[in-house]
């Protein structure tokens, strides 16, 4: 049996625009719980800035933590200079699958994607898969997405 084709839905700016702000919305619980962890990083050296490109509030040179970023709806902490640093995917540090490096903020950009679709579930969801783990679908997905440009959604 062969496979259809899955139309592809084409999204005007105007349509992209409410559905991005329709997502910030949906996950303005953890965007608050980013923010303030980033606000509360500015007396010691943290930077803020807003990304057009990644639909976030990116903290950089964030003071705690054991380095690399963590995001919280549209809010990424991250304790280095700029998010266009390269990292292992988390099957790579398994030792799973040898991959090139990704970079930091493409890997993070899917964790925003998935907190717009998912607002107040994703942080239980998340959690309950495994949290930062490789066995985790939504590490997974966003290292694909990362790799490819596609596919931040974790199933």
Known sequence: ???????????????????????????APNTAIGLL???????FGARMHFSRRDCALVFHKWPWGPGGAITFG???LHTGDTLDSPCATYEHRAGLFEHPPIKLGDHERAHVFQYMALG???????LLCGGVSVRNPFERAADRYALTGKGWWPW
């Open 74 to 76: 549209n809010a990424i």
């Open 1 to 27: 049996m062969r496979r259809r084709a899955v139309p592809r839905v084409a999204w005007s700016r105007a349509d992209l625009f409410v559905a991005r702000l329709l997502g910030a919305l949906w996950a």
């Open 120 to 126: 107040p579930l994703f942080l239980p969801l998340y």
């Open 37 to 43: 962890a980033g606000l509360a990083g500015l007396p």
